[in-house]
């Protein structure tokens, strides 16, 4: 089998290199337009997002963590618990 036949063949089973196989519209972009990209990199596409997410978080941006912002309201107080809760807190301390 030659090398023309062979891509022949692939091209037939397998379909255009480098097209769309999976073809899936996911929302719109500014102008309208409707978002389109190849099914079969979207587990690429959505560990750069949950990266940038991750990133964004861990930066000085979103700090939820930090005790020098907490405000004294925001902190659960006794009443805010059952009693049963409250209880089992006091005998942990």
């Known amino acids: 089998m030659g090398e023309a036949e062979r891509l022949k063949i692939e091209r037939t089973i397998f379909g255009e290199p480098c097209g769309v196989d999976c073809q899936l519209k996911y929302g719109l972009n500014?102008?309208?337009?409707?978002?389109?990209?190849?099914?079969?990199i979207m587990p690429v596409i959505e560990v750069n997002r949950v990266r940038e997410e991750r990133e964004e978080i861990a930066?000085?941006?979103l700090n939820f963590y930090s005790h020098e912002e907490m405000d004294g309201s925001l902190q659960?107080?006794?009443?805010?618990?059952?009693?049963?809760?409250?209880?089992?807190l006091h005998f942990a301390y």
Do not use: F, P, Y
């Open 59 to 61: 930066s000085n941006k």
């Open 76 to 88: 659960i107080q006794n009443s805010d618990l059952r009693s049963t809760v409250v209880a089992a």
């Open 30 to 40: 500014l102008d309208g337009t409707v978002r389109e990209l190849d099914g079969w």
